[in-house]
């Protein structure tokens, strides 16, 4: 079966009322045909008192994933909701922010449609706040 994980999220820009990232999507094909990726919608969220809060949702559109192959399928994803303020001052008094990702991807697999489910929380820390300001990326 084809498998569907958060290759990663970068931090684009953050103000009061925006918060932009950059989503990449990987989704893995090892069947010796190739498959459609027809829709792969996703919410970004954090935990606030224990409660999910959705500040963004993506789809990475549709996409071919050839035989044998993985693709990764960058998507900028930008929030303007009332829960970003919650979950900024989150971070300013925490000094990160958990955001999670999760979402199903809708595969066709020789006529066959699939879901599959992904989900991966990652942190967001001041420093990369601080990097993002000053023009640095970290080095992989």
């Known amino acids: 079966d084809p498998v569907v ?39 970004v969220s954090y935990r606030n008192a224990g ?4 500040i963004a949702t993506g789809d990475t559109g549709s996409a071919k994933i050839p035989a044998n192959a993985a693709t990764v399928l960058p998507v900028p994803v930008t929030s303007h909701n009332a829960a970003l303020l919650v979950a900024l ?13 999760e979402g199903t991807a809708k595969i066709k697999f020789l006529m066959i449609p699939k879901q599959v489910p ?18 640095q990326k970290k080095q992989d």
């Open 5 to 43: 994980t958060l290759e990663g999220v970068a931090l684009k820009n953050l103000s009061f009322s925006t918060l932009d990232l950059d989503v990449s999507i990987r989704v893995e094909n090892p069947n010796p045909a190739g498959a459609t990726l027809e829709s792969c919608p996703f919410t």
């Open 118 to 135: 992904f989900s991966r929380t990652v942190p967001v820390t001041v420093g990369e706040i601080a990097d993002m300001v000053t023009g």
């Open 89 to 101: 001052a989150a971070f300013v008094a925490g000094g990160k922010l958990d955001l999670t990702i």
């Open 51 to 54: 409660t999910p809060q959705v």
